[in-house]
């Protein structure tokens, strides 16, 4: 149930906002559905709808699987659901501020950060209570030489949890040390720059930004020596916003962008591979990826269509057909 869960809530994305039962859907259905590679839009069955805040947006789910935390962004608020009662069993109030727009968990699954208007919110998850926050700096000592406003926009955790890494809207990425909620390190990455994750075996964090010509593309970081090693690791033709995927061993990196999604090699940044959706479009935007536990399954989420389409990355065939939301 664990991964089932870690590889569903990955797909709603922040740009994405499905909605609450499209959201609750994609994270409580079939484990047959997400775990073979002969799954369809037919094996998916909706268990359960539960009401939480209103624009429910980006999830996070404890390491044990046993709960989900989810931003509504209009609510100001983080519903908590137990996931074997499929009821709200917490709601966190946080301060009057611009939506909460992004959750990430430690991997102890004690702690858990909510992004939400000038600051970060930390969150102890065995009493859901706010115990520390964590400012953002652009919003008491604004960047003087730059004319673009800056605030954090996405956030990842390491897997110590010691650490926050953060993007910025002036094209800048962020690392944060929990303890002392002081950014230790800034990086130049590009503009508008809206993703950050950390591969799942730790070493590496990437960070996605507008090119100045346009293109979107991503940065890699080493967590370890706090250095870029690429700085445009991987560039789609379009510039999008979501989730990045990764693949179980942290060698493939999913790029979602327009009307595809890139494979993209993490050692050597060349391309592996497109995914199309067969229902793609001139408008098609892609935004939310997960992988399957076993690094067989793709799951793409359209934000325009409402609808997840599932891969095989062993084959690279579309072995779903798009489920809709609606």
Known sequence: MNNLIKSASRIVSKAAYFGVAWAVLTALMSETGLQTASATGS??????????????????????????????????????????????????ALPSVLGPTNIVITADGTTAFVLAGSGIFVISTA???IVNTIPDP????????????????????????????????????????????????????????????????GKSAYVGANAASGPFYLTKIDVASQTIVAPQFAQSKRGTSGYLGFSPNSQTVYFPGSRSVLAVNAVTGRRERNFVPSNETQE?????????????????????????????????????????SS
């Open 43 to 92: 094996s998916l069955k909706l268990i359960a709808t539960i009401d939480v805040g209103v624009l429910p947006g980006d999830i996070a789910v404890t390491p044990d699987g046993k709960y989900l935390y989810i931003a509504n962004y209009e609510s100001d608020t983080v519903s908590v659901i137990d996931t074997s009662l499929k009821t709200v069993s917490s709601t966190i």
């Open 127 to 129: 009493t859901n209570q």
């Open 138 to 201: 652009a919003s008491t000592a604004p960047n003087p030489t730059s004319s673009v406003p800056s605030f954090y926009t996405d956030i990842a955790v390491t897997l110590d949890g010691t650490q926050l890494y953060a993007s910025n809207f002036d094209g800048t990425a962020s690392i944060i040390d929990v303890a002392s909620g002081q950014v230790e390190k800034t990086f130049t990455v590009g503009y508008n720059a809206d993703i950050v994750a950390i591969s799942p075996d």
């Open 284 to 324: 098609t935007e892609l935004a939310g990826v997960a992988i399957s536990s076993n690094g067989k399954l793709l799951y793409v989420a359209d934000t325009d269509a409402n609808t997840v389409t599932i891969f095989n990355t062993r084959t690279w065939t579309q072995v779903g057909t798009p489920v809709s």
